[in-house]
């Protein structure tokens, strides 16, 4: 069974950071290209950033280039995102994904 379960959200004034956890079983980790996506309140999922299998490739929506970095730690089966000069805008709820697939997300708040 596919488990996903992020950790790792708060609140947090504008501005300022958060780091994201996601730990994974049920599938072979190391293999599968992973994704982040998040729901703010009233509004649609929405995709974050994506990483290859091996880490070296990564991918942003426009709005969080330069903001968010996404790596994995393949030997732990886990997933990261850093959230730096956060916004309002950012606030929802942050999913880890296995392509559409996503478990237990994280709330992230962002304001003063």
């Known amino acids: 069974e596919v488990q996903l379960v992020a950790s790792g959200g708060g609140l947090v004034q504008p501005g300022g950071s958060l780091r994201l956890s996601c730990v994974a079983s049920g599938f072979t980790f190391s293999t599968t290209e992973m994704n982040w996506a998040r729901q703010a309140p009233g509004k649609e999922l929405e995709w974050v950033s994506t990483i290859s299998a091996d880490g070296r490739n990564t991918w942003f929506r426009s709005s969080v280039e330069g903001r968010f970095t996404i790596s994995r730690d393949n030997a732990k089966n886990m997933l990261y995102l850093q959230l730096n000069s956060l916004k309002t805008e950012d606030t929802g709820i942050y999913y880890c994904?296995?392509?559409?697939?996503r478990g237990q997300g994280t709330q992230v708040t962002v304001s003063s």
């Open positions: 994904r296995k392509g559409a697939y």
